[in-house]
C-alpha cells in the first residue's frame, strides 16, 4: 500500500498514550497493512485540558477543552484521525468533522479511591471528597450529605497524586481509564450505577475524522462497535436536548440487552440539593428518540428550578 502513513491524533496524558495505543493496535489488528513499521503513526497534540489544572473545568469552559486542538489538528490537516473518550466530545461536532467509529465499551462505572475508607459508605462524617465533576459531587451528597467536595483538578495520575499527598480524604475516578493505565488495583470499590450513574459516554472510546475522508472512514468500521454506538448515541441525544456542557451535571446510561433497551437518565442541580430522574425502556431500533425523550423529560420536570439556578 503507498499510501502515507496514517497519523493518529492524541492527547498527551498518560491515559490518553495508553487509549490511543489501544485503538492503534485494534486498527492494526484489523487491518495488517497498517501493521506494517511506518504505516500509522501517533501525533501527540496538547490540549487547553492537558495545561489549565488550578479551576474547574466547568469555569474553563467544559469539555471542548479535551479535544478543540485535536479538532484543529483534524482541519489543518495535520492528523488523519483522533482518538477521543466519548464523555469529552462536545455535544455538536465541528463542520467537517465526524465521529466515524465508537468502540466497544469498557465499564462505564466510576470508582472510589481512598487510603480511609474501603467504601464510600465507610467514610468518616465530614471527610473531603476531591472531585471537581459537578456530577459525581452531586450524586456524592446526595447519599451522603455530611461529606465535603473539595475541588480536584488534573489527569488520573495526578488527581491520585495529590489523594496520596492528602489533598483529600476520598476521590472519585472512571474505572476504564484505571484499567487502560493498569492501575485498577487502586480502586477500593467500583460504584453501581444505581449509586453513581456514569457520565454519558464513560468508558467508550470514539475516533473523530473528517468527514470528507470516505477512505479513513470505511477503513475504521472494522474496530466499530455496533451496541455501543447505539447505546452511545442514545446517551448523548438525551444530552442534546438537555443543551449539555460541563457547567450542567448530567448522567445516563443506556444498556442494551437483545433488541431492548434501556436508559436511565439523572439530572442535578450542581449542589446535590436537588435531582430528577428518568428510566425508560424501548426497543433498540427507537434508541434516539427515546434518547431525546428521556431528555425532554428531564427539562421538563426540572422546568424553572433548573434554568433559575443554572442559567
Ligand atoms: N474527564 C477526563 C476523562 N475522560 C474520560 C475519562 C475516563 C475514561 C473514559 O470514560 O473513557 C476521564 C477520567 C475520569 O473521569 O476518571
Redesign the pocket.
Known amino acids: 500500500m503507498a499510501r502515507r502513513p496514517l497519523r493518529i491524533g492524541t492527547r498527551g496524558s498518560p491515559?490518553a498514550l495508553a487509549?490511543t495505543g489501544m485503538v492503534r493496535d485494534r486498527i492494526a489488528a484489523a487491518h495488517p497493512a497498517l501493521a506494517e513499521p511506518g504505516a500509522m503513526e501517533l501525533v501527540v497534540v496538547t490540549t487547553v485540558a492537558d495545561k489549565v489544572l488550578d479551576r474547574p473545568?466547568s469555569e474553563i469552559g467544559g469539555?471542548g477543552l479535551?479535544t478543540k486542538e485535536l479538532e484543529q489538528a483534524l482541519l489543518a490537516d495535520q492528523v488523519d484521525v483522533a482518538v477521543h473518550?466519548?464523555?469529552?466530545v462536545e455535544t455538536w461536532l465541528p463542520d467537517g468533522l465526524v465521529i466515524a467509529c465508537i468502540l466497544a465499551r469498557?465499564d462505564p462505572r466510576d470508582a472510589f479511591l481512598s487510603p480511609r475508607a474501603g467504601r464510600l459508605a465507610d467514610l468518616a462524617p465530614g471527610s473531603r471528597v476531591g472531585t471537581s465533576?459537578l456530577r459525581r459531587g452531586a450524586q456524592v451528597l446526595m447519599r451522603r450529605p455530611d461529606l465535603q467536595i473539595v475541588p480536584l483538578r488534573g489527569n488520573?495520575n495526578t488527581r491520585m497524586k495529590r489523594l496520596e499527598e492528602g489533598a483529600c480524604d476520598a476521590t472519585l475516578?472512571?474505572i476504564?481509564?484505571l484499567e487502560?493505565l493498569g492501575l485498577a488495583d487502586r480502586a477500593q470499590e467500583i460504584l453501581p450505577v444505581n449509586e453513581m450513574l456514569p457520565?454519558v459516554?464513560?468508558?467508550?472510546?470514539g475516533i473523530e475524522c473528517r468527514a470528507g475522508d470516505a477512505d479513513v472512514i470505511a477503513l475504521l468500521q472494522a474496530v466499530a462497535c455496533p451496541t455501543t454506538t447505539i447505546a452511545v448515541n442514545a446517551e448523548r441525544a438525551l444530552l442534546a436536548e438537555l443543551d449539555g456542557s460541563c457547567r450542567t451535571p448530567i448522567a445516563a446510561l443506556a444498556q442494551i440487552d437483545g433488541d431492548s433497551l434501556t436508559l436511565d437518565g439523572l439530572l442535578f442541580l450542581p449542589d446535590g440539593s436537588a435531582h430528577w430522574a428518568t428510566h425508560r425502556t424501548g426497543r433498540v431500533a427507537d434508541a434516539l428518540a427515546i434518547g431525546r425523550d428521556a431528555g425532554a423529560e428531564l427539562k421538563a420536570k426540572a422546568g424553572e428550578t433548573y434554568r433559575a439556578k443554572l442559567q
Open positions: 491515559m487509549q473545568l469539555k479535551f473518550s466519548m464523555k469529552d469498557d465533576s488520573a475516578l472512571a476504564a481509564g487502560r457520565a459516554a464513560q468508558g467508550a472510546l
